[in-house]
Protein backbone atom coordinates (compact mmCIF):
# COMPACT_ATOMS: atom_id res chain seq x y z
CA UNK A 1 0.00 0.00 0.00
CA UNK A 2 1.56 3.65 -1.05
CA UNK A 3 1.05 6.79 0.54
CA UNK A 4 1.10 9.97 -0.68
CA UNK A 5 0.03 13.21 0.22
CA UNK A 6 -2.86 15.23 -0.94
CA UNK A 7 -2.62 18.67 -2.42
CA UNK A 8 -2.79 21.65 -0.02
CA UNK A 9 -6.04 23.27 0.68
CA UNK A 10 -6.36 27.51 0.87
CA UNK A 11 -5.83 27.19 4.86
CA UNK A 12 -2.25 28.12 5.37
CA UNK A 13 -2.61 25.96 8.94
CA UNK A 14 -4.15 22.67 7.49
CA UNK A 15 -1.41 20.12 7.85
CA UNK A 16 -1.07 17.35 4.46
CA UNK A 17 -3.84 15.24 4.81
CA UNK A 18 -2.08 11.69 3.86
CA UNK A 19 -4.20 9.64 0.98
CA UNK A 20 -3.81 5.75 0.86
CA UNK A 21 -3.55 4.97 -3.07
CA UNK A 22 -4.55 1.43 -3.87
CA UNK A 23 -1.40 -0.91 -4.80
CA UNK A 24 -1.19 -2.91 -7.82
CA UNK A 25 -1.83 -6.81 -7.11
CA UNK A 26 1.36 -8.25 -7.08
CA UNK A 27 2.62 -9.86 -10.62
CA UNK A 28 2.22 -13.68 -10.48
CA UNK A 29 3.83 -14.51 -14.08
CA UNK A 30 7.49 -14.50 -11.65
CA UNK A 31 5.53 -16.60 -8.52
CA UNK A 32 4.52 -19.11 -11.97
CA UNK A 33 7.79 -19.05 -13.31
CA UNK A 34 10.05 -19.54 -10.15
CA UNK A 35 7.20 -22.29 -9.46
CA UNK A 36 7.25 -23.88 -12.82
CA UNK A 37 10.98 -23.98 -12.79
CA UNK A 38 11.56 -25.63 -9.03
CA UNK A 39 9.10 -27.96 -10.14
CA UNK A 40 11.22 -28.96 -13.62
CA UNK A 41 14.49 -29.04 -11.39
CA UNK A 42 13.55 -32.46 -9.46
CA UNK A 43 12.82 -34.06 -12.88
CA UNK A 44 15.49 -33.06 -14.38
CA UNK A 45 18.02 -33.70 -12.04
CA UNK A 46 17.08 -37.74 -11.91
CA UNK A 47 17.41 -37.54 -15.68
CA UNK A 48 21.03 -36.50 -15.59
CA UNK A 49 21.52 -39.56 -12.39
CA UNK A 50 20.05 -41.87 -15.22
CA UNK A 51 21.59 -40.36 -17.98
CA UNK A 52 25.10 -40.22 -16.15
CA UNK A 53 24.47 -44.03 -14.64
CA UNK A 54 24.21 -45.51 -18.16
CA UNK A 55 27.11 -43.80 -19.45
CA UNK A 56 29.37 -44.99 -16.80
CA UNK A 57 28.30 -48.02 -17.44
CA UNK A 58 26.89 -48.89 -13.25
CA UNK A 59 24.27 -50.61 -14.62
CA UNK A 60 23.52 -53.40 -17.32
CA UNK A 61 21.79 -51.76 -20.55
CA UNK A 62 19.24 -54.48 -21.04
CA UNK A 63 18.07 -53.89 -17.36
CA UNK A 64 17.73 -49.98 -17.16
CA UNK A 65 18.42 -48.53 -21.11
CA UNK A 66 19.74 -45.14 -21.69
CA UNK A 67 17.41 -42.17 -21.47
CA UNK A 68 18.01 -41.79 -25.27
CA UNK A 69 17.15 -45.61 -25.92
CA UNK A 70 13.75 -44.54 -24.28
CA UNK A 71 13.39 -41.22 -25.82
CA UNK A 72 13.91 -43.13 -29.16
CA UNK A 73 11.14 -45.73 -28.33
CA UNK A 74 8.84 -42.96 -27.43
CA UNK A 75 9.24 -41.23 -30.80
CA UNK A 76 8.30 -44.89 -32.53
CA UNK A 77 5.37 -45.49 -30.16
CA UNK A 78 4.13 -42.14 -30.87
CA UNK A 79 5.33 -41.13 -34.84
CA UNK A 80 6.65 -44.35 -36.02
CA UNK A 81 5.19 -46.12 -39.32
CA UNK A 82 2.47 -48.21 -38.21
CA UNK A 83 2.67 -51.98 -38.71
CA UNK A 84 -0.48 -54.08 -40.23
CA UNK A 85 -3.12 -54.25 -37.24
CA UNK A 86 -2.89 -57.98 -36.48
CA UNK A 87 -5.98 -59.43 -34.19
CA UNK A 88 -4.85 -60.77 -30.88
CA UNK A 89 -1.10 -58.94 -31.21
CA UNK A 90 -0.31 -55.60 -29.89
CA UNK A 91 0.73 -52.71 -31.88
CA UNK A 92 3.98 -50.70 -30.90
CA UNK A 93 5.46 -48.30 -33.70
CA UNK A 94 2.53 -45.50 -34.41
CA UNK A 95 0.15 -46.94 -32.23
CA UNK A 96 1.15 -44.53 -29.34
CA UNK A 97 -1.84 -42.63 -29.77
CA UNK A 98 -4.31 -45.20 -30.45
CA UNK A 99 -3.35 -46.96 -26.90
CA UNK A 100 -3.36 -43.85 -24.75
CA UNK A 101 -7.01 -43.07 -26.08
CA UNK A 102 -8.45 -46.54 -25.54
CA UNK A 103 -6.47 -45.95 -21.75
CA UNK A 104 -7.92 -42.89 -21.41
CA UNK A 105 -11.73 -43.42 -22.18
CA UNK A 106 -11.89 -46.66 -19.92
CA UNK A 107 -10.64 -44.51 -17.12
CA UNK A 108 -12.79 -41.61 -17.84
CA UNK A 109 -15.94 -44.30 -18.49
CA UNK A 110 -15.39 -46.49 -15.22
CA UNK A 111 -14.21 -42.83 -13.12
CA UNK A 112 -17.70 -41.23 -14.14
CA UNK A 113 -19.25 -44.61 -12.92
CA UNK A 114 -17.90 -44.77 -9.84
CA UNK A 115 -18.02 -41.08 -8.90
CA UNK A 116 -22.10 -41.06 -9.56
CA UNK A 117 -22.23 -44.41 -7.50
CA UNK A 118 -19.82 -43.65 -4.68
CA UNK A 119 -21.41 -40.34 -4.07
CA UNK A 120 -24.97 -41.64 -3.89
CA UNK A 121 -23.61 -44.60 -1.26
CA UNK A 122 -21.76 -41.67 0.76
CA UNK A 123 -24.64 -39.38 1.00
CA UNK A 124 -26.57 -42.46 2.27
CA UNK A 125 -24.00 -43.50 4.52
CA UNK A 126 -23.55 -39.75 5.92
CA UNK A 127 -26.84 -38.94 6.31
CA UNK A 128 -28.76 -42.23 7.55
CA UNK A 129 -28.00 -43.84 10.64
CA UNK A 130 -29.83 -46.84 9.36
CA UNK A 131 -27.52 -47.16 6.16
CA UNK A 132 -24.17 -46.69 7.69
CA UNK A 133 -24.77 -49.59 10.71
CA UNK A 134 -26.17 -51.63 8.01
CA UNK A 135 -23.91 -51.26 5.10
CA UNK A 136 -20.70 -50.07 6.76
CA UNK A 137 -19.18 -53.72 7.84
CA UNK A 138 -19.94 -54.48 4.18
CA UNK A 139 -18.43 -51.55 2.62
CA UNK A 140 -15.28 -51.38 5.00
CA UNK A 141 -14.68 -55.09 3.93
CA UNK A 142 -14.83 -54.80 0.32
CA UNK A 143 -12.67 -52.30 -0.31
CA UNK A 144 -10.16 -53.77 1.84
CA UNK A 145 -10.06 -56.48 -0.99
CA UNK A 146 -6.86 -56.07 -3.29
CA UNK A 147 -7.88 -55.29 -7.41
CA UNK A 148 -5.74 -58.28 -8.18
CA UNK A 149 -8.36 -60.25 -6.12
CA UNK A 150 -11.48 -59.30 -8.11
CA UNK A 151 -9.25 -60.02 -11.78
CA UNK A 152 -10.31 -63.91 -11.68
CA UNK A 153 -13.59 -63.13 -10.77
CA UNK A 154 -14.01 -60.16 -13.31
CA UNK A 155 -12.85 -62.56 -16.08
CA UNK A 156 -15.82 -65.24 -14.85
CA UNK A 157 -18.25 -62.94 -15.10
CA UNK A 158 -17.57 -60.71 -18.04
CA UNK A 159 -14.89 -62.59 -19.83
CA UNK A 160 -12.00 -61.50 -21.92
CA UNK A 161 -11.90 -58.06 -22.66
CA UNK A 162 -13.50 -54.50 -22.28
CA UNK A 163 -16.41 -54.95 -19.83
CA UNK A 164 -13.56 -56.84 -17.28
CA UNK A 165 -11.15 -53.91 -17.71
CA UNK A 166 -14.04 -51.29 -16.71
CA UNK A 167 -15.19 -52.90 -14.47
CA UNK A 168 -11.63 -53.74 -12.40
CA UNK A 169 -10.86 -50.32 -12.81
CA UNK A 170 -14.80 -49.06 -11.30
CA UNK A 171 -14.13 -50.81 -8.13
CA UNK A 172 -10.42 -49.33 -7.89
CA UNK A 173 -12.24 -45.94 -8.06
CA UNK A 174 -14.96 -46.30 -6.53
CA UNK A 175 -13.83 -46.40 -2.69
CA UNK A 176 -11.96 -42.89 -2.66
CA UNK A 177 -15.02 -41.47 -3.36
CA UNK A 178 -17.20 -43.39 -1.19
CA UNK A 179 -15.19 -42.77 2.15
CA UNK A 180 -14.45 -38.46 1.16
CA UNK A 181 -18.49 -37.97 0.47
CA UNK A 182 -19.55 -39.99 3.43
CA UNK A 183 -16.81 -38.84 6.08
CA UNK A 184 -17.30 -35.22 5.20
CA UNK A 185 -21.04 -34.99 4.96
CA UNK A 186 -20.91 -37.15 8.51
CA UNK A 187 -18.18 -34.12 9.63
CA UNK A 188 -21.00 -31.36 8.75
CA UNK A 189 -21.48 -29.31 11.71
CA UNK A 190 -24.99 -28.98 13.10
CA UNK A 191 -25.19 -25.35 13.17
CA UNK A 192 -25.09 -25.15 9.41
CA UNK A 193 -28.13 -27.30 8.83
CA UNK A 194 -29.59 -25.61 12.13
CA UNK A 195 -29.09 -22.10 10.25
CA UNK A 196 -30.23 -23.57 7.00
CA UNK A 197 -33.17 -24.68 8.55
CA UNK A 198 -34.28 -20.83 10.33
CA UNK A 199 -33.66 -19.31 7.24
CA UNK A 200 -36.38 -21.90 5.50
CA UNK A 201 -34.01 -24.49 3.73
CA UNK A 202 -36.77 -27.51 2.85
CA UNK A 203 -35.71 -30.59 4.35
CA UNK A 204 -35.37 -32.54 1.14
CA UNK A 205 -32.59 -29.74 0.07
CA UNK A 206 -30.63 -29.91 2.54
CA UNK A 207 -28.07 -32.65 1.16
CA UNK A 208 -27.53 -30.04 -1.85
CA UNK A 209 -27.28 -27.21 -0.06
CA UNK A 210 -26.04 -27.65 3.04
CA UNK A 211 -24.58 -30.94 3.15
CA UNK A 212 -23.24 -31.52 -0.35
CA UNK A 213 -21.42 -28.23 -0.31
CA UNK A 214 -20.08 -28.00 3.27
CA UNK A 215 -18.20 -31.51 2.22
CA UNK A 216 -17.10 -29.93 -1.14
CA UNK A 217 -12.88 -29.26 -0.05
CA UNK A 218 -12.99 -33.12 1.71
CA UNK A 219 -15.07 -34.53 -1.44
CA UNK A 220 -12.59 -32.86 -4.10
CA UNK A 221 -9.19 -34.23 -1.95
CA UNK A 222 -11.49 -37.91 -2.45
CA UNK A 223 -11.75 -37.40 -6.25
CA UNK A 224 -8.49 -36.50 -6.79
CA UNK A 225 -7.56 -39.65 -4.94
CA UNK A 226 -10.38 -41.51 -7.19
CA UNK A 227 -8.97 -40.49 -10.63
CA UNK A 228 -5.32 -41.41 -9.61
CA UNK A 229 -6.50 -44.91 -8.53
CA UNK A 230 -8.67 -45.14 -11.71
CA UNK A 231 -5.80 -44.58 -13.64
CA UNK A 232 -3.23 -46.81 -11.79
CA UNK A 233 -5.91 -49.29 -11.83
CA UNK A 234 -6.26 -49.19 -15.93
CA UNK A 235 -2.86 -51.30 -16.12
CA UNK A 236 -4.81 -53.80 -14.39
CA UNK A 237 -8.00 -53.58 -16.25
CA UNK A 238 -5.91 -54.29 -19.31
CA UNK A 239 -4.25 -57.58 -18.05
CA UNK A 240 -7.58 -59.32 -19.02
CA UNK A 241 -6.75 -59.57 -22.46
CA UNK A 242 -7.33 -56.50 -24.45
CA UNK A 243 -5.34 -55.82 -27.18
CA UNK A 244 -5.01 -51.86 -26.92
CA UNK A 245 -4.16 -49.38 -24.20
CA UNK A 246 -0.54 -48.58 -22.80
CA UNK A 247 -0.89 -51.40 -19.98
CA UNK A 248 -1.48 -53.81 -22.87
CA UNK A 249 1.67 -52.41 -24.31
CA UNK A 250 3.40 -52.49 -21.10
CA UNK A 251 2.35 -56.23 -20.84
CA UNK A 252 3.56 -57.07 -24.25
CA UNK A 253 6.86 -55.56 -23.84
CA UNK A 254 7.08 -57.71 -20.74
CA UNK A 255 6.75 -60.78 -22.99
CA UNK A 256 9.27 -59.37 -25.24
CA UNK A 257 11.62 -58.56 -22.83
CA UNK A 258 11.30 -54.50 -24.24
CA UNK A 259 12.68 -52.51 -21.44
CA UNK A 260 12.58 -49.30 -23.09
CA UNK A 261 9.25 -50.11 -24.31
CA UNK A 262 8.39 -50.94 -20.36
CA UNK A 263 9.72 -47.26 -19.37
CA UNK A 264 7.76 -45.55 -22.20
CA UNK A 265 4.75 -46.53 -20.98
CA UNK A 266 5.96 -46.04 -17.25
CA UNK A 267 6.28 -42.26 -18.59
CA UNK A 268 3.07 -42.11 -20.25
CA UNK A 269 1.36 -43.24 -17.16
CA UNK A 270 3.42 -40.61 -14.96
CA UNK A 271 2.66 -38.02 -17.51
CA UNK A 272 -0.91 -38.46 -17.75
CA UNK A 273 -1.63 -39.16 -14.65
CA UNK A 274 -0.10 -35.54 -13.24
CA UNK A 275 -1.98 -33.81 -15.87
CA UNK A 276 -5.22 -35.07 -15.37
CA UNK A 277 -4.88 -34.14 -11.50
CA UNK A 278 -3.55 -30.52 -12.06
CA UNK A 279 -6.64 -30.08 -14.62
CA UNK A 280 -9.14 -31.72 -11.65
CA UNK A 281 -8.04 -29.20 -9.46
CA UNK A 282 -7.81 -26.52 -11.49
CA UNK A 283 -11.71 -27.01 -12.34
CA UNK A 284 -12.48 -27.37 -8.34
CA UNK A 285 -10.78 -24.50 -7.43
CA UNK A 286 -13.58 -22.42 -7.66
CA UNK A 287 -15.99 -24.35 -5.89
CA UNK A 288 -13.70 -24.19 -2.67
CA UNK A 289 -12.47 -21.38 -2.30
CA UNK A 290 -14.20 -20.43 0.42
CA UNK A 291 -12.33 -23.11 2.31
CA UNK A 292 -9.09 -21.91 1.54
CA UNK A 293 -6.96 -20.52 4.70
Sequence with gaps: MTVAAAPASTGEDQLLAPVILPTPPPRRTAVSRQRWALGVLAPALLIGLWEMVSA???????????????AGSAWQFFFGPASANIPGVVAFSGAGWGHLGASVSRCLIAW??????GTALGLALGLSRLVRHLLDPLVNGLRAVPLYAWLPLALVWFGIGESAARVLIFIGALWPVVLAVGDGVLRVPKAYVETARMLGTDRRQLWYRVYLRAALPEIVTGLRLSLTLAWMCVIV???SGTSTGVGAMMNAAREGGRIDEIVVGLLVFAVVGFLADAGLRRAARPWVRWAAA
Design 56 to 70: LGWVAPNLVPSPGEV
Design 112 to 117: SAAVVV
Design 237 to 239: GEL
